[in-house]
């Protein structure tokens, strides 16, 4: 891929400190030295390399707003943004969802519901990229419907034995320790706990890596979990309010998407101008017709759009305030539906070239795909929209 000759014209933002766009650089020479170069091998082998997490960890990626006695940084949901914007722009979308699916999904509950031996245990070797987390809920039977999981686990003495069924879970197929949904009670949302799991524990079986349509570079498993002992002192605060604990930390995955829309389009924006500008049809680049001025006029409005609803959830989700989680629902479908719409622009301009492999456009394109789906369908952010509004 030729470098690019066009940088997007991204406006001052009010929602950003100097401190947010030094981090923003550090994160963008990382991504261009460690993700880029790496980003087509990684697609290949379905996974990105064990060692990027240690250098993520290094670089102080995997712990943005953690106790700095941990190794985190003490830093806001706004700091989330810029890194998960920077991430996505490495033409690898499943390498930035690796290393998020760590650092927000699976650490996020852990910081705020976790015990300190647990957190001492395996939050802070995974701030450090020197263990895999990942968080397992989804189940075959239930996906958005948290409460219908049904892998049980019951206690025996000092254990919690498990057995039941995980899948489509990031990272799953090498986590070391997973951040268990599991069902410890009665049938329905009140009988839901969260354990930490260690994947070394006897009876535990990733069944297969699925083949996905995008984000290939993120592995994604079939977890099996036939009669597992742990012990219950991994259970995660209180027995019986895990699904309280998943819903109430669902705004920073769904944030996380926002973001990641946010750098995916800047980065197509970039790559459709220099196509534009250089690629020549009757006589003149294509950027001389109106028709595509337009269209990327279209294309930059729904990306800032998107930046203001993003930034936005992410200083309420920060402040704590009672309206962030409405504001990341709508910033998370709109963000699903504004960069699909880019994507599918950027393919077209870029014709048959936008076909083939060799260029970024058509993975970009798959990858958003799944966008309206992870972290909570379009469909359930327009109920919760609702919900608030009614």
């Given at each position: 891929?030729?470098?690019?000759?066009?940088?997007?014209?991204?406006?001052?933002?009010?929602?950003?400190s100097?401190?947010?766009?030094?981090?923003?650089?550090?994160?963008?020479?990382?991504?261009?030295?460690?993700?880029?170069?790496?980003?087509?091998?990684?697609?290949?082998?379905?996974?990105?390399?064990?060692?990027?997490?240690?250098?993520?960890?290094?670089?102080?990626?995997?712990?943005?707003?953690?106790?700095p006695?941990?190794?985190?940084?003490?830093?806001?949901?706004m700091?989330?943004?810029?890194?998960?914007?920077?991430?996505?722009?490495?033409?690898?979308?499943?390498t930035?969802?690796?290393?998020?699916?760590q650092?927000?999904?699976?650490?996020?509950?852990?910081?705020?519901?976790?015990?300190?031996?647990?957190?001492?245990?395996?939050?802070?070797?995974?701030?450090?990229?020197?263990?895999?987390?990942?968080?397992?809920?989804?189940?075959?039977?239930a996906?958005?419907?948290?409460?219908?999981?049904?892998?049980?686990a019951?206690?025996?003495?000092?254990?919690?034995?498990?057995?039941g069924?995980?899948?489509?879970?990031?990272?799953?197929?090498?986590?070391?320790?997973?951040?268990?949904?599991?069902?410890?009670?009665?049938?329905?949302?009140?009988?839901?706990?969260l354990?930490?799991?260690?994947?070394?524990?006897?009876?535990?079986?990733?069944?297969?890596?699925?083949?996905?349509?995008?984000?290939?570079?993120?592995?994604?498993?079939?977890?099996?979990?036939?009669?597992?002992?742990?012990?219950?002192?991994?259970?995660?605060?209180?027995?019986?309010?895990?699904?309280?604990?998943?819903?109430?930390?669902?705004?920073?995955?769904?944030?996380?998407?926002?973001?990641?829309?946010?750098?995916?389009?800047?980065?197509?924006?970039?790559?459709?101008?220099?196509?534009?500008?250089?690629?020549?049809?009757?006589?003149?680049?294509?950027?001389?017709?109106?028709?595509?001025?337009?269209?990327?006029?279209?294309?930059?409005?729904?990306?800032?759009?998107t930046?203001?609803?993003?930034?936005?959830?992410?200083?309420l989700?920060?402040?704590?305030?009672?309206?962030?989680?409405?504001?990341?629902?709508?910033?998370?479908?709109?963000?699903?539906?504004?960069?699909?719409?880019?994507?599918?622009?950027?393919?077209?301009?870029?014709?048959?070239?936008?076909?083939?492999?060799?260029?970024?456009?058509?993975?970009?394109?798959?990858?958003?795909?799944?966008?309206?789906?992870?972290?909570?369908?379009?469909?359930?952010?327009?109920?919760?929209i609702?919900?608030?509004l009614?």
């Open positions: 891929m030729p470098q690019l000759q066009t940088t997007y014209p991204r406006p001052p933002s009010s929602f950003l100097d401190d947010h766009d030094d981090f923003r650089r550090t994160v963008a020479s990382f991504v261009e030295r460690e993700i880029r170069p790496n980003a087509d091998a990684w697609e290949q082998d379905g996974q990105c390399s064990r060692e990027l997490y240690a250098k993520a960890g290094a670089a102080g990626f995997l712990g943005l707003r953690y106790d006695e941990l190794g985190g940084s003490g830093l806001d949901f700091a989330t943004c810029v890194l998960a914007e920077e991430l996505a722009k490495g033409d690898s979308i499943g930035a969802v690796a290393l998020m699916a650092s927000e999904f699976a650490l996020a509950i852990l910081a705020d519901e976790a015990s300190d031996e647990l957190k001492a245990a395996w939050m802070a070797p995974a701030i450090a990229g020197e263990l895999i987390g990942a968080i397992g809920v989804s189940e075959p039977d996906g958005s419907d948290v409460a219908a999981i049904t892998t049980r019951r206690r025996d003495g000092g254990d919690y034995v498990i057995s069924q995980k899948t489509f879970i990031s990272n799953g197929t090498r986590a070391d320790f997973i951040t268990l949904a599991v069902r410890t009670g009665e049938a329905g949302p009140r009988g839901i706990s354990v930490v799991f260690p994947t070394d524990t006897p009876g535990f079986e990733v069944g297969r890596r699925l083949d996905k349509l995008g984000a290939r570079a993120s592995d994604t498993g079939e977890l099996f979990f036939d009669e597992c002992r742990i012990p219950a002192t991994n259970l995660v605060g209180e027995e019986g309010h895990g699904l309280r604990y998943i819903l109430s930390h669902f705004g920073g995955e769904r944030l996380v998407i926002a973001a990641f829309a946010v750098g995916i389009m800047e980065r197509l924006i970039e790559l459709g101008l220099d196509y534009a500008g250089s690629r020549e049809v009757f006589g003149g680049p294509i950027l001389g017709l109106q028709t595509w001025r337009h269209r990327f006029a279209e294309m930059a409005t729904r990306l800032e759009a930046r203001l609803l993003a930034h936005h959830a992410a200083r989700l920060s402040d704590h305030e009672p309206p962030g989680d409405m504001a990341v629902s709508m910033a998370k479908l709109h963000a699903a539906d504004a960069v699909q719409f880019v994507a599918a622009e950027v393919l077209q301009l870029h014709g048959g070239f936008g076909q083939m492999e060799e260029s970024p456009i058509p993975r970009y394109y798959r990858d958003v795909a799944g966008f309206s789906i992870g972290a909570g369908t379009s469909e359930i952010m327009r109920e919760l609702a919900r608030a009614i």
